[in-house]
């Protein structure tokens, strides 16, 4: 079972008044994912790539990736431990205005390529 934060499998857990937290901190990259007693999940990351004039990069195949590598990771958690599962999702952008779209070849799958065209 893991309950990680979207930026990274290396993570500090702790108790706090709500449930459990799990912690990130990194130079470029902050997050956490908090399991609240009642069975909520609330993963944040916080952090961008910028290009060399300041500009955020929003990488969206990686976004996507991590968003849903999580979702199933903490619906399987969540199934383990027999919670009742329920999907009410939100999702907020800050600080992307002027933003990149980082679409890199790299990163692409034949799957990607697929939906792209």
């Known amino acids: 079972m893991t309950f990680g934060p ?16 799990n912690l ?8 956490y994912a908090q399991v609240f007693r009642n069975g909520f999940i609330e993963s944040i ?3 961008a790539r910028r290009d060399s004039t300041g ?9 996507e990736r ?3 590598a999580a979702l199933v990771s903490y619906f399987g958690s ?3 431990l027999d919670v009742p599962l329920a999907l009410i999702g939100l999702s907020t ?7 990149i779209l980082g679409v890199a070849e790299s990163l692409r799958t034949s799957d990607d390529n697929a939906l792209i065209r």
């Open 6 to 21: 979207l930026v990274s499998t290396d993570y500090s857990p702790q108790y706090n008044l709500d449930g459990l937290i």
């Open 24 to 31: 990130h901190e990194s130079n470029a990259y902050h997050g």
């Open 45 to 47: 990351m916080v952090g």
């Open 55 to 63: 500009r955020p990069i929003l990488t969206v195949l990686v976004i």
């Open 66 to 68: 991590k968003v849903i």
């Open 78 to 80: 969540l199934k383990a």
């Open 93 to 99: 952008l800050e600080g992307f205005r002027s933003a």
